[in-house]
């Protein structure tokens, strides 16, 4: 199950991965928003950050405008690795080397075409673990 969320500004482009996911087969939960009607990002990307947190849903998608916002946001949840992507070796890398459980997507700053190129990357590369595994842990270890 994948999370998804975004605000009124990456509402069009969360719509966009949502319908390709599900072309995929992909199993998703929408945490919002519903329109392009002004938001609050910090809202949806929380509820993402939690279902995956929880357990509830396996990764997570958040999107804005920028998708700084947002990232920031679900990082804030305990158990959450959120990286802000902007193109496929940066998707491919931080799930190697970081096991990334949420990607963010800036929908102002990333073309339909590319932001659906990074998700099929992003959910298609597994963590390597090893030496990579030891640094999650410290990260992880951060949130005491």
């Not at 938001?39 to 700084?68: M, N």
């Amino acid at each position: 199950m994948i999370a998804l969320a975004c605000d009124h500004g990456a509402f069009a482009l969360k719509e966009k991965v949502k319908a390709h996911l599900l072309e995929q087969g992909f199993a998703l939960e929408d945490f919002g928003t519903s329109s392009t009607d002004s938001c609050d990002y910090p809202a949806f990307g929380a509820k993402a950050a939690k279902a995956v947190a929880e357990g509830r849903c396996e990764r997570g998608i958040v999107l804005c405008t920028t998708g700084i916002g947002i990232s920031i946001t679900a990082n804030k949840v305990r158990g959450i690795r959120c990286a802000l992507c902007t193109d496929p070796l940066m998707a491919e890398l931080t799930r190697r080397h970081n096991d990334t459980n949420m990607l963010a997507l800036g929908a102002g700053v990333t073309g339909e075409l590319l932001a659906l190129r990074i998700v099929d990357t992003w959910l298609g590369t597994a963590f390597e673990g090893g030496r990579h595994q030891r640094r999650v842990d410290q990260i992880m270890a951060l949130e005491g």
